[in-house]
Every structure is written in C-alpha cells, then in structure tokens.
C-alpha cells in the first residue's frame, strides 16, 4: 500500500482495470492494473464522477461550515459529557461533535449555502465557538474550515463493470442517527468475502451480481431514516419557540423554559428524538431479502434477532460464555448443526469452499433450552453461514437430505454448481 496516490481515471477491461494515479509528492502518474477497483473515496467519488454514476435524491438539504479546532473543555463541561450537544438558543443552531474532550473538536455551524471557507475567517470561527461553548475557550486553536452539504442521495448503481462503488462514495445521508459509516462497513462486510470468492475460485462471477441488491436497499433505509431523523429535530425546534428560519430571540426562548407547559412540551420533544440514539434493527437487525419486511412497522429500536435465510446469525451465549457469532468463519462456510443433524460435511466434497461444521453438544452447549430450539429448529437442524456472519440457507433435515438440501441452497448463491456428495451420509 503507498499514500499520497491520488486516483484520477481509469480504463476499463474485459478481466480488469486499469487506473492512472497522481503521486502528489513527485507529481508522477502511477498506472496500477487490478482486477476490480472498490470506490471508497467518499461522498464525492472521483470514480463515481469518472464513470457517470449519478447519485439520486436530494442535495443539500442543509449547508453547513465545518470548524476543525483544538481545546480542553473538560472543565468547562464538567459533569455534561457527551459525544454530541446539539446547540439551541438565540444566535444557536448547529453541533459541536467531540472526538477527544480535552483536544479535537468539530462546531458543524449552520451556514448559506454560497458561503465558503474563506468567509469564515479566524475571528469568525472564535466568535461562533465562543457563542457554541458560552464562555471564552483557553488555548483555542482553529485547525480548519471546511463546507459540508448535507444530503440525502444513494448512487443510481453501485457497479460498473469492474468497479463497486462502497461507502459515502454509494450513499451520502444526514449524520442525524449515526447510519453513514455503518452502512460504509456493511457494505464492504457484504463484497470483501464475494470478491475473495471469486478469485479464491469457489464462487462464480455471477455471484457479485448479489451485491447491490442486497445492499443498496439497507442504503435506502437507512437513508429514509436519517432524513426523519432530521425532520423530527423540527419539533424540538418548534417547542423551543424557533421560527421557519431557525432562528429564535432571547424573549421568546427563556419564556418557552420558563413556561411549565411548554417545558412538557420541550421535554416531549426531547424524547421523541429517541431514534436518534437507539436504532439497533437497524444496525444489527438488517438482513438481505425481504425476511424480515414485517419488522419494518416496528420501533428502529426493536430488534428481536431472528433465524431465518438473509439475517445475520442471532446471538446465543454458550455455557462457557462464548457465543455463537464465535463460531463463524470469516475465510469459509459455517454450518453450525443440532445436536441430531450428523455430519453434514460431505458437502464439503462437491463444493471448493472452505466449510467448518459445528454441532451441539459436541462443540457447543448452551445452558437450558437447546440452541436448535431457540432457533426455531428441529435437533436435527443446521444453519449454513456466510463469511460476513449472515444465514445462506438452513435446513430443518440432518443427514443426506439436508446436504441436498444446502447443496441446492449453495449453488443458486454462489452462482456455481455444487453437487452434494451423499456417500457415507446417515
Ligand atoms: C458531522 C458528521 C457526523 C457523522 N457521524 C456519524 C456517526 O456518528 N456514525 C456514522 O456511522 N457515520 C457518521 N457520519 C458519516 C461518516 O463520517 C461517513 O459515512 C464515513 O466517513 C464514510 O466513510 P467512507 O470511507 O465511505 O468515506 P470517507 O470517510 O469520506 O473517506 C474517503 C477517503 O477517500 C479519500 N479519497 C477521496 N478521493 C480520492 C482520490 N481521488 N484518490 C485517493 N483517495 C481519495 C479521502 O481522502 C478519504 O480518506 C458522520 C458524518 C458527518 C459529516
């Protein structure tokens, strides 16, 4: 790996790519040839760009100067610590987003959309800190400017060929929630091991078809709840006394704190800004295809895990205080079985991909009710996992007609035909 490259265009062809980059110290373009390139450069793709991806939806919804600065708050803050204080008062409405209490910080301050770095110059940027913390800041030092357009965008494909796009580079959302890197690592979660697949030879080609649809819609999602998330900070905004133009004045702020009917009102509206903070179906409940469609009408915090095809592997803590995501391969298959299911590693035998097989009761035990029950399986049942720890197939039979039956499972996936040796099968 070198840094300091900077990818600039490519070339596209029939088993490759081939992309021209810019070593910004020498200023010497650098040819790399590669079997497929994986943008993750970002909200603004330079691939993306280069290969005429559009990203649709809406952009900047709001528009935001980033200040970069250098502080010790902790005094300052006392007992209020948090990772995010969302600012409210007369000339407030913006988010001081702490990475280090006592040294990097972040004001993300409201601004027009034509403004630009150079209009926020260091006594600007001190004046709206010092209006964000409320007192003056020893040993401030500003670190960095930057614009920011929050938007609400998904890329109109995710590939092109030879080249996936991941990350901000597919998906550009509010911050309100928190999803943008979490989905940015599902995605790479989801491709990394087809990829490996594929070049390891155990997966067809074909099988990378599988990744923009299963992701781009987790994408979608999680956009359309980032934008809600945005909007309901509107109804904090309301009950705080803020007009159309976020903006509210000094009298009509402390009366609305002061007021005990309007303070229920502010206290309503801060809870309803739960799904802000607690949106684990979500970030762990996700799962590709439509399995769990009819949890979409639950509360985003609710997230009872599941054992079915397309989710991730639920959770289920052993006796010896393992659990059972342990157990997941992240290089090969896992099929995790009951205890009846036998040995269902003849699979292995029709199939190029690396396959672990772990039984209960004999690699596993769980206190009380058997694992195979809490999944809703019969002892006899097993469960075949991918590499990124979500279920390809399940089968409720053991033996010889539960190999068939992951055999079949295993070829429609991954694109590749896999025949289920039976000999010697129970
Ligand atoms: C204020 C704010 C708060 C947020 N809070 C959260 C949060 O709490 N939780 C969360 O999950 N997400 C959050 N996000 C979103 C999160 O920051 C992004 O989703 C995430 O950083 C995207 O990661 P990425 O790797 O796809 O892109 P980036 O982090 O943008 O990384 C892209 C990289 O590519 C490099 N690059 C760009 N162009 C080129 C080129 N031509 N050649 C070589 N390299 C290039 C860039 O230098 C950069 O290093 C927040 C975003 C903002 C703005």
């Known amino acids: 790996m070198r840094h300091g490259l900077e990818w600039q265009s490519c070339l596209q062809l029939a088993d490759g790519v081939t992309s021209t980059l810019l070593d910004r110290a020498t200023g010497e373009l650098v040819r790399v040839r590669s079997r497929y390139i994986i943008a993750c450069d970002g909200a603004g793709s ?37 990772i995010l204080y969302f600012l409210f008062g007369p000339g407030l409405n ?3 987003i702490a990475y280090d209490v006592e040294k990097t910080w972040v004001l993300m301050h409201p601004c027009s959309p034509d403004s630009t770095p150079e ?14 913390v409320g007192v003056p800041v020893p040993d401030l030092q500003i670190k960095g400017v930057k614009g920011w357009k929050m938007s609400a965008q998904i890329a109109r494909t995710y590939r092109d060929g030879n080249v996936f796009l991941a990350g901000d580079a597919g998906h550009r959302f509010p911050p309100t929630g928190g999803l943008g890197l979490n989905t940015g690592i599902g995605d790479i979660d989801n491709l990394a091991w087809k990829i490996a697949a594929v070049e390891a030879g155990w997966a067809a080609p074909e099988m990378l078809e599988s990744y923009e649809p299963e992701r781009r819609i987790i994408a979608q999602t999680n956009m359309g709840q980032s934008l809600a998330n945005t909007f309901r900070l509107g109804v904090l905004f309301e009950a705080l006394g803020y007009g159309a133009d976020r903006t509210v004045d000094e009298a009509t702020f402390r009366s609305r704190l002061a007021d005990p009917e309007s303070r229920t009102k502010i206290d309503e509206a801060v809870t309803f800004q739960k799904d802000h903070f607690d949106s684990l179906r979500l970030q762990l409940g996700f799962a590709y295809g439509d399995v769990l469609k009819d949890d979409d009408t639950l509360p985003i915090s609710q997230f009872t895990p599941k054992c079915v095809v397309g989710a991730r592997l639920p959770h289920v803590e052993f006796a010896d205080g393992r659990s059972t995501l342990e157990l997941v391969d992240p290089n090969g298959l896992t099929l995790i079985a009951g205890a009846m299911a036998g040995d269902l590693t003849a699979l292995a035998a029709g199939l190029k991909a690396p396959l672990i097989q772990k039984t209960e009761g004999a690699d596993f035990h769980v206190p009380g009710e ?13 469960v075949l996992v991918r590499p990124d720890g979500h279920i390809l197939a399940i089968t409720s039979s053991g033996g010889a007609e539960g190999v068939q039956h992951l055999a079949a499972a295993l070829s429609t996936y991954l694109a590749t035909p896999v025949a289920a040796a039976l000999t010697g099968v129970a």
């Open 119 to 132: 209009d926020f110059d260091e006594a600007t940027c001190r004046a709206a800190i010092l209006a964000a």
């Open 94 to 96: 913006g988010t001081l």
């Open 370 to 382: 058997a694992w195979s029950a809490r999944m809703g399986l019969e002892p006899q049942g097993a």
């Open 46 to 82: 330079t691939v993306r760009d280069s290969l005429g991806i559009a990203m649709d939806g809406p952009e900047g919804i709001a528009n935001f100067m980033t200040i970069h600065f250098e502080a010790n708050l902790r005094s300052i803050l006392g007992d209020y610590l948090g």
